[in-house]
């Protein structure tokens, strides 16, 4: 009973002081809307990176050619991988599951008038599902195709743009490099990756892509999709060991090749992403502080006011833990309630964000809510502290002299 009494005189000394109230009030509140606000940005950043690496694939391990050169300096890229060695990955390798051996290019493109220069892809129908490629029109080539060098090509949907407009591509024919190609399919669209547009380019049988249309006769790379629940770190073990034996690279030699495993690029990524994250709400945080420093004040400059107050409330009796749990319950509803009103503008500005610009995704997260409703209590009980102690070890004859 005493406690909400307590509470009662907490709220009539605020609103007695409305404006000063809402002042004190006004730092915490731009604080949270800050933090909220930053921390959506971060979380939104982080999962359009993770949607982005994670859209070229999962389980995934991506062998290349190694580099060639002397002392340090890289001059081109080895011709060591070969369509011998995607077969030895796909049927010695343990824990694969299926694999794509790939070559690519630049090639110009043609239909009719119009012309487009664009990444071309000579690879199998496993890159699909390798890569979380799926069709929107048409449909994929086959292995008797490819086995057959088959002229068909499956275009991403902004070459499809490029070249056709608004016109149904299924079926025509184009010129890739002067020479004829059906078009069989369009891929989904999976959005620019910013170094690699997966949506602007045509993906070709490789047997097509190296003998027809490249010209070469060793591979750009083989993707080695992992099978569920394998160790990927040993499947990487196991085609590193396998390569250096068909490769005759004797101990101590450098391995003419390189495996990039696309987990360890997710994690990497999401850790850059992560920090990212904390370097805003850190920054942001700093004006809750500022906010804390301003509760402090107002609250001594109301200690001061009301000394006389205190004096009479001690001299009849009350007891200093009465006054301290007074002051420091006026500290934490300004802090609470500009938490509140906090919380609300800055879910509202997190909403607002993308409607403004184009360069922010913004995900506003339960955790980062809590996080910012917990810090400004932790400011108001912690900047309010001091005022409230100071009102309760004020001696009461001392306090009635005031004037």
């Excluded at 060793?218 to 390569?243: C, F, M, P």
């Excluded at 690029?265 to 945080?285: D, K, R």
């Amino acid at each position: 009973m005493l406690f909400w009494t307590t509470v009662k005189a907490s709220l009539k000394s605020l609103l007695a002081s409305a404006m000063r109230s809402f002042l004190a009030m006004l730092g915490i509140i731009i604080g949270v809307a800050a933090v909220i606000s930053m921390l959506a940005i971060g979380t939104g950043a982080k999962k359009s990176i993770m949607d982005r690496v994670t859209a070229m694939g999962t389980n995934l391990l991506v062998v290349r050619p190694g580099q060639s050169g002397s002392h340090g300096v890289m001059s081109g890229t080895m011709q060591t991988l070969s369509l011998a060695d995607a077969l030895a990955i796909a049927r010695e390798a343990p824990g694969v599951r299926r694999i794509a051996p790939c070559v690519g290019g630049s090639v110009q493109l043609k239909y009719m008038s119009q012309n487009s220069r664009c990444r071309v892809t000579g690879t199998t129908s496993t890159y699909l599902p390798i890569r979380d490629f799926k069709i929107a029109q048409g449909r994929a080539f086959t292995e008797p195709e490819t086995d057959a060098y088959a002229r068909v090509a499956l275009l991403g949907p902004v070459t499809v743009d490029n070249l056709f407009g608004v016109n149904d591509p299924i079926g025509q024919d184009i010129k890739m490099n002067g020479i004829n190609f059906t078009v069989v399919g369009v891929l989904k669209a999976k959005g620019d990756q910013g170094w690699f547009n997966p949506d602007d380019q045509i993906l070709i049988p490789y047997t097509t892509a190296m003998k027809q249309v490249l010209g070469l006769d060793y591979l750009g790379e083989v993707d080695v999709h992992v099978r569920e629940g394998e160790d990927v770190n040993k499947v990487l073990d196991s085609i590193t060991a396998l390569l250096r034996k068909r490769h005759r690279l004797q101990p101590g030699t450098p391995d003419d090749f390189n495996i990039r495993n696309q987990a360890d690029m997710i994690e990497t990524f999401n850790q850059m992403a992560q920090t990212f994250s904390i370097l805003l709400g850190s920054i942001a945080s700093i004006s809750l502080l500022v906010g804390g420093i301003g509760i402090m004040n107002i609250m001594l400059v109301t200690v001061t006011e009301r000394t006389r107050e205190i004096g009479i409330r001690k001299a009849i009796g009350a007891k200093e833990r009465s006054i301290l749990l007074q002051f420091l319950i006026e500290s934490m509803i300004i802090s609470g309630v500009g938490g509140l009103i906090g919380v609300g503008l800055g879910v509202a500005a997190a909403v607002a964000i993308p409607y403004f610009t184009t360069q922010f995704v913004t995900l506003v997260e339960v955790q980062g809510i809590l996080l910012a409703l917990s810090f400004s209590a932790v400011v108001g009980i912690f900047f309010g502290f001091y005022p409230a102690l100071r009102a309760a070890r004020l001696d009461p004859v001392e306090a009635l002299r005031y004037e």
